[in-house]
């Protein structure tokens, strides 16, 4: 009797261990529909911690900059995922400048059977024009709506109506996404630390969502979460949190993935362990990690001989249209030489199994398990 009742109390310890483990990495949408719960399931059992997915970063500013062309031309394959952005889709003027627009190339890419991963350079949200609007701190004055009091949002403000005009038309758009079964890798208010608060207090947030501080940075972050979630519906977002210090955490409640951007160590293709370490820190080793961007490709010899287990990595694009290689441009990160040395794009990004690209067999079978006929 006494073994069984051991075994029985061995079995309840063991299963509320199973779910102890499992709320940890639990996805933070409790609504998630089962599109966005299959992509969820296929990143943490098939790919994290065993593979990698290759990514590109679309050009949001330009439809005569093709990165995934680039990228066939180079290494005759297409990228697991592909980068997109909503910088000038809260702008009245946004659809006459840019078509094919952001979600109808994510849309067509996802219907390619590619993965899609959405970021937002937020222009000023005072003005309704993309003409001289800004997200750089140093080139608007728009700033979050902190009351320091109440160590609260200032919803009274104009400037939180502005945030919310915008917030609702970037929720449109998503939804749009969702109706069309598009799971979206959403990438909210990144790199909002930039070098807040070092070299004595004197460095600046890159970016104007940043520039306000760490709580006023996280309340933004949160009431996003919740308004999205909760209010607009959206049920098809994977929420990663990319920042570059722990102040700026948002809470595990909210991220389902870290991310770091890394664009030092140029040309040694380096697997970019101490920012790995740094973001399990910072969420207790509970979510999986992401090379958010990059300026190189990391070496598969580098990866795979690491500890550090990403789940993927996106390379930023170009400036330039022309993929010169002698122009070594700074910001020309798949099509110059600066960052990227042609054997890199062949060697590190496509040409072993570690690598998950688009014809992947696995990818393949997830946009299948979710009724996508790949076009």
Known sequence: MKRILFAKNLACLLTFGLLFSSACNAQVDEKANSNTQKVMQYLENEVYGKRILTGMMDCAWSNDIDMDAKVLKDT????????????FLTKSDSRNWYQPSQVEKAKAWWNKGGLVTFCWHWLDPSTRSS???????????FRIPWDSASKSLNTESKEFTQITRDLDTVANYLLEL????????????????GNYGKWGGSGKAWFWWGDTGPEAYIALYRYMFD?????????????????Q???WYPGDKYVDIVGYDIYDDVNKHKAGDKYYQNLMTWCGSKKMAAISEAGYVPSTEAL??????????????D???????TKKDNNNFWGGTKYNKPEDKTTNAFDTDYQI?????????????MGVTIK
């Open 76 to 87: 005759g394959k297409h990228t697991a995922l592909m980068g997109y952005d909503f910088m």
């Open 131 to 141: 003409k001289g609007a800004s997200f750089r701190t140093e080139e608007t004055s």
């Open 178 to 193: 969702q109706e069309a079964g598009v799971v979206v890798l959403w990438r909210p208010l990144h790199e909002a630390c």
């Open 227 to 243: 308004y999205f979630t909760n209010e607009k519906g959206l049920h098809n977002l994977i929420w990663i949190w990319n920042g």
């Open 245 to 247: 210090e722990a102040d």
């Open 304 to 317: 795979k001989s690491s500890s550090s287990k990403w789940l993927y990595y996106m390379i930023w694009n």
């Open 319 to 325: 400036d330039d249209s022309l993929a010169d290689d």
């Open 357 to 369: 690209k688009l014809d992947d067999t696995d990818l393949k079978a997830l946009f299948n398990k």
